[in-house]
């Protein structure tokens, strides 16, 4: 007598987290689900690609994200108010850094061209983890069955880079409506020297800012975009200290399958196979490769927090010294940037839905009083100077008492006025070609 085909006997999935679901454990009424409409689906998802992750798909699901409301190329017109603007904020930044200017290029981006030229960092940023995610997964796997699943490994890791590419371009098409300069998320996502604003989204931004005017607004993001071309041209090690942490938080990945089954089952008993929708939202809600951070990760996330806290709080530092006697309205400016990054800016949206990543943003407060309060001690130079080495920045207890840091003479990494200043104009002067 043949087998009733929903008997675990004929499951091919036995023994994997989606065993529950395949025998109908996971279907409303205990069903048997139709097996080629499920992999229709799946396969819609999955077209062949090359790496962890297909990222046409994700550029495409990005582009048409940003799409959704008004996306006009700049005007003639906001390319020479951009253009303006980071020529004024450079000028008033000279008083307030050792740190020359670092524009190279300035200008003024639609959504569509943010993510064009921001895409082949994103690429850095996301594929570690979508491929260390793969990894992790078929490393877990006991010897005797990693022969007999290794089609299915095969599978899962389409699946997992299925799931990354919808993430991605879901995280990066949400992102290009938000997104105020290619600065704004702490990260160096352009090419060195290039500034850039999006006019579209600052005149968006500005309109929910009462008695602020839209040219304050665009002024004050140009001071915060060339604060941080400054930072970053000035600092050679930091755009691959930044980049290297979140590099290193993805290597950090690691897989239990007891936990990974378990959340499988629990988002399979909400799918409905009848439903041609259900499967895709299923791996467009990202939660069903969930994993809680190993303890490495943990390490290399606070790593990535503080110096990002410490770059915006720089920034914010020496904007709030640039225009403390020039622009009336920078405190509610200022102000209006807190908040919004407190309350999940795009930068902790973006780490947490691409990267993984949940930054506290209570961080940046610490810093910016922690280099405000270093320069009003010991002068600018010395608050720059802090820079000079990866060793010499603080450290995440130093954000937890930011007025105390480098406070007395009994600091090991205190150096001599002499020393100091050689190694200042070591840094600002760039290597000897001698």
Do not use: C
């Not at 307030?96 to 850095?124: C, H, Y």
């Not at 879901?170 to 290619?182: I, K």
């Not at 239990?256 to 895709?280: H, K, T, Y």
């Not at 939202?281 to 806290?309: H, I, K, T, Y």
């Amino acid at each position: 007598m043949a087998e009733n085909p929903g008997d675990p006997g004929d499951n091919p999935f036995k023994g994997t987290p989606f065993e529950a679901f395949f025998t109908g454990g996971g279907m409303p009424g205990g069903g048997v689900p139709d097996l080629s409409s499920l992999f229709a689906q799946m396969q819609s998802l999955m077209q062949p690609y090359d790496g962890p992750l297909n990222w046409d798909v994700a550029l495409d699901i990005a582009r048409k994200s940003a799409a959704q409301s008004p996306d006009p190329t700049p005007t003639d017109r906001q390319k020479g108010a951009v253009a303006d603007a980071l020529r004024l904020a450079d000028h008033w930044l000279d008083g307030t850094t050792s740190f020359p200017s670092g524009i190279a290029t300035a200008q003024a981006w639609s959504r569509a061209e943010w993510l064009v030229n921001t895409v082949d960092v994103w690429k850095v940023l996301v594929e570690p983890v979508a491929a260390s995610s793969v990894n992790a997964m078929s490393g877990q796997l006991p010897e005797e069955m990693q022969a007999m699943a290794g089609p299915m490994m095969g599978f899962l890791g389409k699946a997992v880079g299925a799931l990354i590419a919808n993430q991605a371009g879901s995280g990066l098409g949400g992102l290009a409506s938000e997104v105020l300069s290619v600065s704004d998320i702490g990260v160096p996502l352009a090419a060195p020297g290039r500034a850039a604003l999006l006019p579209t989204n600052v005149h968006a931004f500005a309109e929910g800012l009462p008695d602020v005017s839209e040219d304050d607004v665009l002024l004050y993001l140009a001071l915060r975009e060339a604060a941080h071309q400054r930072l970053f041209a000035g600092v050679p090690w930091l755009r691959d200290h930044v980049i290297g942490a979140v590099t290193d938080y993805a290597r950090g990945v690691e897989v239990n399958l007891g936990n990974i089954q378990q959340q499988v089952e629990e988002q399979m008993r909400g799918v409905d196979p009848a439903d041609p929708q259900s499967l895709q939202q299923l791996f467009e809600n990202g939660s069903l490769f969930e994993m809680p951070d190993s303890p490495a990760q943990q390490a290399a996330l606070e790593r990535l927090e503080v110096v990002l806290a410490l770059v915006e709080g720089w920034v914010d530092e020496i904007v709030g010294e640039a225009t403390k006697e020039r622009m009336p309205a920078a405190a509610k400016l200022q102000e209006a940037f807190r908040r919004r990054r407190a309350a999940g800016g795009p930068a902790e949206q973006t780490f947490a839905t691409l990267v993984g990543l949940e930054l506290r943003p209570r961080r940046l407060r610490d810093a910016s009083t922690l280099w405000g309060a270093l320069r009003a001690r010991q002068g600018a130079e010395a608050r720059d100077g802090v820079w000079m080495s990866p060793a010499l920045l603080p450290t995440a207890a130093d954000l937890d008492d930011p007025l105390g840091f480098r406070e007395g003479a009994d600091q090991p990494e205190a150096l001599s006025e002499d020393d100091f200043d050689a190694e200042l104009r070591r840094l600002l002067d760039g290597p000897d070609t001698e």
